[in-house]
Each structure stands twice: as structure tokens, then as C-alpha cells.
């Protein structure tokens, strides 16, 4: 089914129906980025340090990406079932990826640059993205260039300290970057849609449990 | 072959973070009962005095210490200075998982 525009098309590429469950799965790893980034304010508030407030504006970000497509992806499943919907889904689909494009990105890009060493932290990190030209494919490689980094500096962390709640987040990161690599794969099978959304939640799942052991103690 | 350049690389001890240092300042200051002098404060953290110096005015920046001059020169930790020493552990935990330095 093509309504107009190579988004809704990406919209549309998988079944109706998935996409009730979809905009939960997306609730809620925006519900866990915003507990993220709510502990990182309440450190914040404690401690002043700049960090903190970086880590709280990434989950902000990540928050509020996924709350868009959550949002976004209700809309495209009630849409089904009623005409009027679905007169401005165009829109709606259009808007709502690009923000979540955004957004993430902006979210990914402040992440990586704390893994950056501080010598060039220090000096402002500007980069320069042509953010208006992003579409599916496109976001979800730059997504995975920048997740894979994170990866690969949470796996160098891990293999330094060996301590679950830094085994936790590195599942976490690996389970994100492969969400984005079986999004890019999303064109030669649907069902790595779905594979895609499972991936994420156990991402999100796994950063959840890092929260708890670390707010618990 | 390894050379010397690397050996005193590896054996070198780790640098401390500016988090780790505002905490052993805190610390210093806690445990001598709540109230130290720079002097004390400075053996205790292990820092020169343009370092100590540094810290010591961010702290009083930010609402962690509080100044008093007298005949002698004194730093107090406030309540908020207690709150970061007690939440440090936790904060160091978030960012040990994260392995990002603060």
C-alpha cells in the first residue's frame, strides 16, 4: 500500500495491526529513558556536575524521540479504521519520523561524546548533519556508526572493571545496534520488524535492571 | 621490547577524576568533624595548593563548603556538601556501568 511519499510507504511496510504493539514498545523505552533521565537530574541536583546534566539531556532527548513514535505509531494503526485519520497520516507519519530522527540523533550524538576522551570533550563537539535530508535508511546507518562506537567503548569498559551493571548496559547498547542493523534488513523480510522491536525492548529491559541495582544501593 | 616510556605508563597511578577529588576535599573536611583548614585539607586530598586552591573555590561556587575567615581560615561543609558525599557511591556506580568519566 503507497498513500504518497517514500515515508509513509516506510510506514506502511509492515502489517497494520503491529503497529498497536509497536507504539507500546515504544512507551516504554521512552517511560525507561525518562526514569534514566530523572535519576541523572536527581545526581544533578546533588552534585552539579556537568555530565550529569549531559546524561540527562540524552535520555530527555531519547524520551521524547520514542514518545513521538509512540504517538505516531498509534495514529497509524487507529487510522486504519477510520478514514478521517487517515486523510492526514501523511503528515502525521512524515512529522512524527522526522522528529524521532531528530531527536535520537541529537540523543546518540551528546551520548557519543561523552565516550569522546576529554581533551576533546572539552573543546566543543560540533557536528554538522544534514538533518532535513535524513530518511529510514539513512538514520538507521548513522544510528548504528554512532550505537557501535558506544558499543565498543562499553565493551573495553566491561572488559576493565567486569561488573554486571557495566555487562548490563553493554547488552544494552549491542541490543540497540542491532534493533538499527534489522531495521536496515527490515526491506528483505517484514519479520525483522518484529525481531527489530524485540531487540529494542531487551535493550531498554537491560538498562532498566542497570537503573534498579544502581538506585537500589 | 618495552620501553621505558611505557613502563612508567602502565605503573603510573590512575588520574583521578574531578568528581573523585571534589569528594576526597568533602571527605577531608567531614572527617575532621565538619570544619577543616586548608592545610589539612590540602595533605588530606593530596593536592598542590593552585589545584587545591581551584577546587576549593568551586565548591564554595556551588554551595558545597562554606568559607570562614577569622584569625584562621576555615572551610565548613553545608548540608548540600553532605548530600554529594553521601550520593557519590551512587553516581560513581551510574557512570562505572556507563564507563564514562566524570
Do not use: C
Not at chain 1, 103 to 116: D, E, G, H, K, P
Amino acid at each position: 500500500m503507497k498513500v504518497g511519499g517514500k515515508m509513509v510507504y516506510e510506514a506502511l511496510l509492515v502489517p497494520v495491526w503491529f503497529y498497536s504493539y509497536s507504539s507500546v514498545v515504544y512507551a516504554v523505552t521512552a517511560l525507561v529513558s525518562f526514569m534514566i533521565s530523572y535519576f541523572s537530574f536527581r545526581l544533578y541536583r546533588m552534585s552539579s556536575l556537568n555530565m550529569n546534566l549531559m546524561m540527562m539531556l540524552t535520555f530527555v532527548f531519547m524520551g521524547v524521540a520514542f514518545s513521538i513514535l509512540a504517538a505516531t505509531s498509534y495514529y497509524t494503526y487507529m487510522s486504519s479504521n477510520s478514514f478521517k485519520l487517515y486523510e492526514n497520516l501523511y503528515g502525521v507519519v512524515k512529522y512524527g519520523f522526522m522528529g524521532y530522527y531528530t531527536l535520537s540523533l541529537v540523543a546518540y550524538i551528546l551520548l557519543t561524546v561523552m565516550y569522546l576522551p576529554r581533551k576533546f570533550r572539552e573543546k566543543l563537539f560540533v557536528a554538522y548533519m544534514p538533518l532535513w535530508y535524513l530518511d529510514f535508511t539513512a538514520f538507521h546507518i548513522i544510528s548504528a556508526i554512532l550505537v557501535g562506537y558506544i558499543a565498543i567503548m562499553n565493551l573495553v569498559n566491561f572488559m576493565k572493571k567486569r561488573k554486571i551493571d557495566s555487562l548490563l548496559v553493554l547488552i544494552a547498547f549491542v541490543m540497540i545496534e542491532l534493533s538499527h542493523v534489522m531495521m536496515l534488513l527490515t526491506q528483505f523480510d517484514a519479520v525483522l520488524y518484529l525481531v527489530a522491536h524485540a531487540f529494542l525492548v531487551a535493550g531498554f529491559a537491560s538498562l532498566l535492571t542497570m537503573l534498579i541495582r544502581v538506585g537500589r544501593k | 621490547m618495552i620501553g621505558q616510556k611505557e613502563i612508567s605508563e602502565r605503573t603510573k597511578p590512575e588520574r583521578r577524576s574531578k568528581a573523585s577529588i571534589l569528594q576526597d576535599i568533602l571527605r577531608a573536611i567531614h572527617n575532621k568533624g565538619g570544619k577543616a583548614r586548608p592545610t589539612h585539607i590540602l595533605y588530606a586530598a593530596n593536592l598542590s595548593h593552585d589545584r587545591l586552591k581551584k577546587y576549593l573555590d568551586m565548591l564554595v561556587l556551588n554551595g558545597f563548603i562554606k568559607k570562614q575567615q577569622g584569625d584562621n581560615t576555615y572551610y565548613e561543609i553545608t548540608q548540600k556538601g553532605l548530600e554529594f558525599l553521601s550520593g557519590f557511591n551512587k553516581m560513581k556506580r551510574f557512570f562505572d556501568a556507563f564507563g564514562v568519566e566524570i
